[in-house]
């Protein structure tokens, strides 16, 4: 029983996502597998593993991970528990906390930074579950109301 539930745990922690360039993503997303952004979250990213932000990629909200390398824009915080790599394309309006830093020529970033910070183990916050139907409701008349803006 339990070799197998640590069978099927490594095959989820080496899993592989990716949102593509002209997805926009809204809320949290987490995982514990790697991920690839090209297109854009609107909110938190939480990995255990490594995220990379392609240049057309952007993030408004806070970055989470144990390895990273970006190339896009981060309009938030980075927190990364080991390697940190800026690409040439990166800019970021945010803080900085990581174990190592690596900033190759043309990397931008606005905001303090904290090298050799003692980030452990990126921990995957459980997400809020909804209770309350009138909750839902209200969220899924947003989220039309919002498409309709764009006219999606």
């Known amino acids: 029983m339990f070799n197998n539930q640590f069978i099927q745990n490594e095959e989820v922690a080496n899993t592989n996502n ?6 926009t993503l809204r ?3 987490e995982t514990t597998g790697s991920i690839r952004i090209d297109g854009e979250i609107i909110g938190d990213v939480n990995t255990r593993a490594k995220i990379v ?37 990166c800019r970021i309006q ?14 931008k970033f ?24 009138k909750v839902l409701d209200k969220t899924m008349a947003e989220e039309t109301k919002y498409k309709s803006k764009l006219g999606a």
Not at 18 to 23: C, K, L, P
Not at 94 to 107: F, K, P, Q, Y
């Open 18 to 23: 990716a949102i593509s360039r002209g997805t």
């Open 110 to 133: 606005s905001g303090q930074c904290d090298i050799g910070g003692s980030l452990k183990e990126i921990k995957l916050k459980e997400a809020p579950k909804i209770q309350d139907k």
């Open 94 to 107: 945010g803080d900085i906390v990581t174990n190592t830093l690596i900033v190759e020529s043309g990397a």
């Open 53 to 89: 932000l392609g240049e057309s990629s952007r993030v408004e909200g806070n970055i989470y991970a144990q390895n990273a390398d970006i190339g896009g824009v981060v309009e938030g915080k980075v927190e990364v528990g080991e390697t940190l790599i800026l690409k040439p394309s």
């Open 27 to 29: 809320g949290k997303v």
